[in-house]
């Protein structure tokens, strides 16, 4: 008796990865994390041939693109998947943090206890990184609190995205106590003596003002602020207008991709969610 062909292995795409990638998948960032990311500006578009995948995911990245760049990022998605491939696109969800923010007004406003904390957190969700000039924001700042007055509640709202920031927020807190040295000042600017020499010509050029603006465009075209927000409704359009069908919103766990939750990228490995206050969506392209 003939024996069943073996199962072909999926062919899957992990945009904007950052250090939550899979080695059995093609994972992509501007910036690579580890040998196993591919380094790339995805503003100019993915780097793969048409219907190269079967499942393409990417998580907390489409926000960062600017509104107007949204559908044609969305319809790169398309053209490297392969006809009924799995479109999976995790974002920041609007809904979720307005709803949440009203409530924390709400009680903050009531008087009840720590709901005023709560309330400036949930301020800080709906806002910070659309409008922060410094790498970290009002997160990183608030997160420097020690103790921080309600952590329970901000690892409920972040999960694991909170915990991964406050170590690093912790590690730079410590090693700002030491100032450094007059070597390791000499050594750093010997190692980067043409970007040393760049910055102190373009700021005795341009007076404080105009390098102070020069530096906060820089940052704000870094790629870490958030340009645009969703909810489901507006996602679901956008998704529908590049070309994608059979919209579902699902949970971290759910998901039309074969045992999605072995892959741990929205899932830690004890099943709790790595990034709780997320909208999860899926699609397919015809």
């Not at 393409?56 to 509104?67: D, M, T």
């Not at 997160?143 to 007055?149: E, R, S």
């Not at 694991?160 to 912790?170: F, I, N, T």
């Amino acid at each position: 008796m003939a024996t069943a062909a073996p199962a072909r292995q999926l062919r899957c795409l992990n945009l904007g990865c950052g250090r939550r990638v899979h080695p059995g998948w093609q994972n992509v960032d501007v910036v690579a994390s580890s040998p196993l990311v591919r380094p790339h500006n995805l503003l100019e578009g993915i780097p793969y041939p048409d219907s190269s995948f079967d499942v393409v995911y990417h998580s907390h990245l489409l926000e960062h693109f600017p509104r107007k760049d949204a559908p044609r990022f969305l319809k790169e998605c398309h053209r490297v998947l392969s006809p009924g491939g799995i479109l999976r696109v995790v974002v920041p969800d609007l809904e979720s943090i307005v709803r949440n923010y009203l409530r924390a007004l709400d009680r903050a406003k009531r008087g009840k206890a720590g709901w005023s904390a709560n309330y400036d957190w949930m301020v800080l969700e709906l806002y910070d990184q659309a409008v922060r000039g410094e790498s970290g924001g009002g997160w990183g700042a608030y997160l420097c609190q020690d103790p921080i007055p309600n952590w329970e509640f901000i690892q409920e709202r972040t999960g694991g995205e909170a915990r991964e920031m406050l170590a690093v927020v912790r590690s730079q807190t410590s090693s700002g106590l030491r100032k450094p040295s007059l070597p390791a000042k000499v050594h750093f600017a010997f190692k980067h003596f043409p970007q040393v020499l760049r910055s102190k010509w373009t700021h005795a050029l341009l007076g404080k003002a105009d390098y102070d603006a020069l530096q906060l465009g820089r940052f704000r075209r870094a790629g870490e602020i958030h340009q645009w927000m969703y909810d489901s409704y507006s996602l679901s359009r956008l998704l529908r207008d590049t070309g994608f069908q059979e919209l579902r919103k699902l949970s971290a766990r759910q998901s039309a991709i074969p045992n999605w939750p072995s892959y741990c990228l929205d899932t830690e490995p004890d099943g709790s969610t790595f990034k709780p206050d997320s909208l999860f969506m899926e699609a397919r392209k015809p």
